[in-house]
């Protein structure tokens, strides 16, 4: 069974960095990190396969933010640097168990979830 929780949420001034950590447990091919701001939709911010380190952002986060895995601590992490106003969310860890249909920022291509850790940032 496939358990995450993550961590390292807060609160931070537009400009500032942030590191996210997910603890993982049980098989796991591929994980990424979503969020969900109030009234929007969640929508996947980066994606990272496990035993390649391929990885995938949206757009909106490209050159800022860097997913990583450390398979020996079975941990996911999201370095989150020059963080804007506008990347206020809950984030989530969320992972797969299979390639999937290979969409990797597609939120019904993750059957395990966390239970979320909130960003703010102020301007």
């Known amino acids: 069974q496939v358990q995450l929780m993550e961590s390292g949420g807060g609160s931070v001034q537009a400009g500032g960095s942030l590191r996210l950590s997910c603890s993982t447990s049980?098989?796991?091919?591929?994980m990424a990190w979503f969020r969900q701001a109030p009234g929007k939709e969640r929508e996947g911010v980066a994606a990272?396969?496990?035993?390649?380190?391929?990885?995938e952002y949206a757009d909106s986060v490209k050159g800022r933010f860097t997913i990583s895995i450390d398979n020996s601590q079975n941990a996911l992490y999201l370095q989150m640097n020059s963080l804007k106003p506008e990347d206020t969310a809950m984030y989530y860890c969320?992972?797969?168990?299979?390639?999937?249909?290979?969409?990797?920022?597609?939120?019904?291509?993750?059957?395990?979830w966390g239970q979320g850790t909130q960003v703010t940032v102020s301007s």
């Open positions: 969320a992972a797969a168990t299979t390639a999937g249909r290979g969409w990797m920022l597609r939120l019904d291509e993750y059957k395990y």
């Open positions: 049980g098989y796991i091919y591929r």
């Open positions: 990272i396969y496990r035993f390649t380190g391929t990885a």
